[in-house]
């Protein structure tokens, strides 16, 4: 089982920018699928972005050109830029990490986009 730690929400303006960090204790993490995704308040969770072992990046339709996922393999890390935020953004952002179809979710980090 990967433990998963999300941290770097917080509260801010729309237009502003937050940085959301997940640390993975995994082994061989450089071999993991890792993923963002959101709940906001009634919704289901849907897909933020994602990145695979490789690199290659996938975003939902609504974040496409405002944020961007990468990972360190080194640090064991993958994060989530923010930028032009938007009150509609407001949720609980939750790392997920898979690897073989085996998947683990972190806890959550609570973004607000409020003035």
């Known amino acids: 089982q990967v433990q998963l730690v999300e941290s770097g929400g917080g509260l801010v303006q729309p237009g502003g920018s937050l940085r959301l960090s997940c640390a993975a204790s995994a082994r061989l993490f450089s071999f993991f699928f890792m993923g963002w995704y959101c709940q906001g308040p009634g919704k289901q969770r849907e897909l933020v972005a994602t990145?695979?072992?490789?690199?290659?990046?996938n975003y939902g339709d609504s974040v496409k050109g405002r944020f961007t996922i990468s990972r360190d393999n080194a640090k064991n890390t993958v994060d989530l830029q923010m930028t032009n935020l938007k009150p509609e953004d407001t949720a609980v952002y939750y790392c997920?990490?898979?690897?073989?179809?085996?998947?683990?979710w972190g806890q959550g980090t609570q973004v607000t986009v409020s003035t």
């Open positions: 990145i695979t072992k490789d690199g290659r990046t």
């Open positions: 997920y990490a898979d690897r073989g179809g085996s998947g683990s």
